[in-house]
């Protein structure tokens, strides 16, 4: 009964102008609010996809690392253990060290990664070859796959290169001297190519044979900086991660992807919900106007209250009717939002029609990824900021006197 009563009072035309008008700019800020949430998550959501498609092509399923120091001690056992474990597709064993790279007059430092023949089994860096060949050598005639902004600081065409680069790398052990150079290695690697995923790892890493690393830095036969994993199934990382990390112990940290990059994704997340949050503050603002609202519509109905009392409503029917009120609002204003907003994203997703500025971007346009979640969420914050917008006015009512007068 209540829900008919306040859907007529939102229908029908009232005897002051203003509330109308109030009542509508109520409704379209509410649309208006909800529209720029979903929109604005939607953003998020796309280019979250978009950098987790990009960086999963450098960091594996999943990665072994040391617990403490920077390099981990594998025998042969544990390695074959590893390859032969549950939904285990493929490993690659990685040496990583800081590295001076010289080119003549041009130097640069990069992460310089030695990996194995695994690989290309492992990652998808092969797959986003810009130039030449991902072509890593041997310990050697070690070669160097480039990162494309590191192709560019040191001055070469990694594919066309016909003169050495000079790789500096710290020793494992250094030696008592006051010469700091004599703790440092030196060896010459011809480049082979150059890779091109996303600038931060264009422009700090240098892929080459892990045999060549490990023997500049007089790492042990059986040390390395970490494992890389390849996942028979990507679904089951959190099982098979959990599952490792009790079979090697407390000596190994076993990484998902996401754990990899976690300052990345945490970051991602937070400015999304801080958008939210002050987005979040428009609909504050629309429930001013609804308090506004229902406080003249409640002073206007004041006999229609006292005839109901007198029909025998009591307090909690009175304070039903206003507090649907209310709802009603706040339910046709997110409805008309989350209606807009899921055709703007349609229209962006099929024609990109909201350009992104600048050309130093993969894409050109802002994409966009709708997720049932998210309407979840925006519908359930309209309608509980509503609820208690609505509360005071509709408690008013419903603590009014009974007066009924000719």
Request: with cysteine.
């Amino acid at each position: 009964m209540y829900l008919t009563f306040a859907w007529r009072y939102f229908k029908a035309k009232k005897s002051t102008n203003a509330i109308n008008i109030i009542s509508w700019v109520t409704v379209c800020v509410i649309a208006f609010s909800t529209m720029c949430q979903v929109l604005v998550l939607s953003v998020f959501n796309g280019f979250e996809d978009l950098v987790r498609s990009l960086y999963s092509n450098f960091y594996t399923d999943v990665r072994v690392i040391a617990s403490r120091g920077k390099t981990i001690l594998l025998t042969a056992e544990q390695i074959n253990s590893i390859k032969n474990f549950k939904e285990v597709k493929n490993i690659s064993l990685v040496a990583q060290e800081k590295a001076l790279l010289q080119n003549g007059d041009l130097q640069t430092v990069v992460f310089l990664k030695g990996v194995d023949d695994n690989y290309n089994n492992v990652s998808g860096v092969p797959q986003k070859m810009l130039n030449g060949v991902f072509e890593t050598g041997s310990a050697d005639e070690p070669q160097l796959i480039l990162g494309a902004g590191i192709e560019y600081a040191v001055g070469v065409q990694a594919d066309k290169s016909l003169t050495p680069l000079t790789v500096f790398l710290p020793k494992k052990i250094g030696y008592a001297s006051s010469d700091p150079s004599e703790s440092l290695s030196e060896g010459n690697a011809y480049p082979s190519g150059s890779f091109a995923i996303q600038q931060d790892f264009d422009n700090k890493y240098v892929i080459t044979n892990i045999d060549f690393i490990k023997h500049q830095m007089n790492y042990a036969a059986n040390e390395y900086s970490a494992v890389e994993i390849a996942l028979s199934h990507p679904k089951e990382t959190d099982d098979v991660t959990n599952a490792l990390q009790k079979m090697l112990g407390s000596k190994y940290t076993v990484q998902t992807k996401y754990q990899q990059n976690t300052s990345l994704y945490t970051s991602m997340k937070v400015e999304k919900w801080a958008i939210y949050a002050v987005l979040t503050l428009i609909l504050i603002i629309a429930a001013f106007n609804m308090i506004s609202a229902l406080t003249m519509l409640v002073l206007e109905k004041r006999k229609d209250i006292s005839v109901l009392q007198s029909l025998g409503a009591d307090k909690s029917l009175i304070l039903k009717i206003f507090l649907s009120e209310g709802l009603i609002l706040a339910v046709t204003g997110a409805a008309i939002g989350l209606c807009l907003a899921t055709i703007i994203c349609a229209l962006q997703s099929q024609f990109k029609l909201i350009k992104l500025t600048g050309n130093s971007f993969l894409i050109d346009y802002f994409p966009v990824k709708l997720i049932a979640t998210d309407f979840l969420l925006v519908a359930s914050t309209a309608l509980i900021i509503a609820f208690i917008a609505a509360w005071l006015p509709a408690r008013k009512a419903a603590r009014q006197a009974f007066e009924l007068r000719s």
